[in-house]
Structures are given as C-alpha cells and as structure tokens.
C-alpha cells in the first residue's frame, strides 16, 4: 500500500511563491514517477507536471512552464512543486500521484493519490 501526503497549500497573493511537499511511503517500488494534478470547482482534474524517480526528467503542462518547477529527493521519497508567479488562474485543489506506463500525461495511468492541498491565489 501507497500512502502520499502533501502538505503546502494556502493563500497566497497574485505573483507570489508556494512550495508544495508529497511524502511517498509504503511500497512505492512499482511506480516509476510522481504526478501533480489539480482541480478547480466546476473542473476536471488535470494534469499539472511530473516528474520520473530514475533520472529526474521533468514535465509540465503549457500553462505552468517557466513558472512551476517539480522537484524530487529519492532519499525521503519526497517531490516537491515549486509554483512561482502564481496567477487566480491556478486557484485549486493540488493532488500528488503515483503511477507508472507510458503516458506521463494521463491520469489514469496513476494509481495511488493523496488527499489533496488547497491553493488559493487572491487578485
């Protein structure tokens, strides 16, 4: 069993900085990269970036590049999503994610999720 626990949400003003944390633990040999996802009220949950645990490669959704930056530490089976330059826009709740296959992007092809993290982003 996959437990993932994230942790950094809260309010922040339009341009500023949150870091989020996902604590990975349990049997996570099976899954080969961490996911972020968010969904906003109203909205599915999409695909935010990820990032793979054997070589670092990182990947994000158009909206967010140059202004997110994902993260990972093997030895506390940890990644983390810096968000800078946060815009209204990104206002949702942020699940980390466990899974493995082919494609990066779709959220299906993970297994395991946490709780979520509430990010609110004030104009």
């Known amino acids: 069993q996959v437990q993932l626990v994230e942790s950094g949400g809260g309010l922040v003003q339009t341009g500023g900085s949150l870091r989020l944390s996902c604590a990975a633990s349990?049997?996570?040999?099976?899954?080969?990269?961490m996911g972020w996802f968010r969904q906003a009220p109203g909205k599915e949950r999409e695909f935010v970036s990820a990032?793979?645990?054997?070589?670092?490669?990182?990947y994000y959704v158009d909206s967010v590049k140059g202004r997110f930056i994902i993260s990972r530490d093997n030895a506390k089976n940890t990644v983390y999503l810096q968000m800078n330059s946060l815009k209204p826009e990104d206002t949702a709740v942020y699940y980390c994610?466990?899974?493995?296959?082919?494609?990066?992007?779709?959220?299906?092809?993970?297994?395991?999720w946490g709780q979520g993290t509430q990010v609110t982003v004030s104009s």
């Open positions: 994610a466990a899974g493995n296959g082919i494609s990066i992007f779709n959220r299906n092809t993970y297994k395991y």
């Open positions: 349990g049997r996570t040999f099976g899954s080969d990269r």
């Open positions: 990032i793979r645990w054997s070589d670092g490669s990182p």
